[in-house]
Nanobody, 120 residues
Framework: QVQLVESGGGLVQAGGSLRLSCAASGSIFSINVMGWYRQAPGKQRELVATINPTRRTNYADSVKGRFTISRDSAKNTVYLQMNSLKPEDTAVYYC??????????????WGQGTQVTVSS
């Protein structure tokens, strides 16, 4: 089965940067849209950014101009470069992938999340 593993989270000062990585492993046949979502305590999970197979991207208004999503198809990895971080960016960040495996149909997968904490 497919597994998505996030890394790169941590504690950073406001104005700083972090780069999150999400590596997909398993019997992957194809990858459609991949994205990053986040959830802060007491809030709904929200879209941060997505990237499709042609590298068209979509961003939440709150992160436009500060975050950049990218992908390395050869490595089945998606990245989120986060610059000019703000305390309100503090959340658990989840990797999401719309994937198809060799022995099953296309479906949605989620990572376990990585904590990003931005201090003021």
């Amino acid at each position: 089965q497919v597994q998505l593993v996030e890394s790169g989270g941590g504690l950073v000062q406001a104005g700083g940067s972090l780069r999150l990585s999400c590596a997909a492993s398993g019997s992957i046949f194809s990858i459609n849209v991949m994205g990053w979502y986040r959830q802060a305590p007491g809030k709904q999970r929200e879209l941060v950014a997505t990237i499709n197979p042609t590298r068209r991207t979509n961003y939440a208004d709150s992160v436009k101009g500060r975050f950049t999503i990218s992908r390395d198809s050869a490595k089945n990895t998606v990245y989120l470069q986060m610059n000019s971080l703000k305390p309100e960016d503090t959340a658990v960040y989840y990797c999401n992938g719309d994937l198809q495996t060799y022995n099953s149909g296309r479906r949605d997968y989620w990572g376990q999340g990585t904590q990003v904490t931005v201090s003021s």
